[in-house]
């Protein structure tokens, strides 16, 4: 996550007090539990395979929290909301939540979790999860955009070259918004309806991941212009 593009949510991740609907009582109610089965379920998976060990992260402070999500202070940033398989155990998840935050960021990490297990979704979570893909995506991000715009002649290539990053990018960007769609599939399975200020927060947190593909995108842009334009003056076409 590009925490400056979500500031609510990196509030709300990071407090040292529980809110109204805090992620502990989430995590430790039946219903819950019920409500991911039944997502899973509803996805074509089996939660009878599934086991999910859960790792409470509570900061010091506020203060000192969003600093560790912002990477300025020591620890983990995603120590306050993140999840992933355990090695060695094949169908077992370790989430890191931080109990005092709002029940729609471990909302979040279940909607990832149900959302990989069958279908497209699975797909997309083993495309994101591939070390090399990855590495390779990051680096198309940025390289394809700067190569569509210093093809294309003149400025007018913005467009191709967004598109080109946002390409790049869509396994996470198709991840999170599955988690996200699950997330809210799952609060109102557990019969604790997202408010308004909860989806804003999970659609706050979301927008973050289109961040980087955008700066990407530009970044891309500006510098394959600046190739075309050099290209133009050796070559003295388009004058």
């Known amino acids: 996550m590009n925490p400056l593009a979500a500031i609510p949510a990196v509030f709300d991740m990071a ?4 809110g109204k609907r805090p992620a502990r009582a989430a995590r430790e109610s039946s219903k819950y539990n019920d409500a991911f089965d039944a997502q899973v379920k509803s996805k074509g998976g089996d939660p009878s395979n599934i086991g999910i060990e859960t790792e409470y992260n509570e900061p010091k402070s506020t203060k000192q929290g969003i600093m560790q ?3 300025l202070d020591k620890g983990d940033p995603s120590d306050f909301g993140a999840n992933a398989p355990i090695d060695g155990a094949p169908g077992d998840y370790r989430v890191k939540i931080n109990p005092n935050a709002d029940e729609a960021f471990l909302a979040h990490e279940y909607g990832h979790i149900a959302a990989s297990q069958a279908g497209f979704g699975k797909l997309v979570r083993n495309l994101r999860d591939n070390p090399a893909l990855t ?10 955009p700067l190569a569509l715009a210093a093809l294309i002649p003149g400025d007018d290539d913005l467009a191709p070259a967004l598109a ?15 988690a996200t769609q699950n997330a809210i599939q799952i609060m109102n399975r557990a019969g604790s309806r997202a408010t308004l200020g909860q989806g804003g927060k999970l659609a706050g947190a979301y927008l973050s ?5 955008l700066a990407a995108g530009l970044a891309g842009q500006i510098g394959g212009n600046l190739a075309d334009d050099e290209l133009t003056s050796i070559l003295g076409y388009g004058e």
């Open 15 to 18: 407090r040292a007090r529980p």
């Open 69 to 71: 999500m912002l990477g």
């Open 135 to 144: 590495k390779a995506l990051g680096q198309a991000s940025l390289g394809a």
């Open 164 to 178: 080109a990053s946002y390409l790049a990018a869509s396994p996470r960007l198709l991840d999170e918004a599955f």
């Open 209 to 213: 991941y289109l961040g980087a593909p």
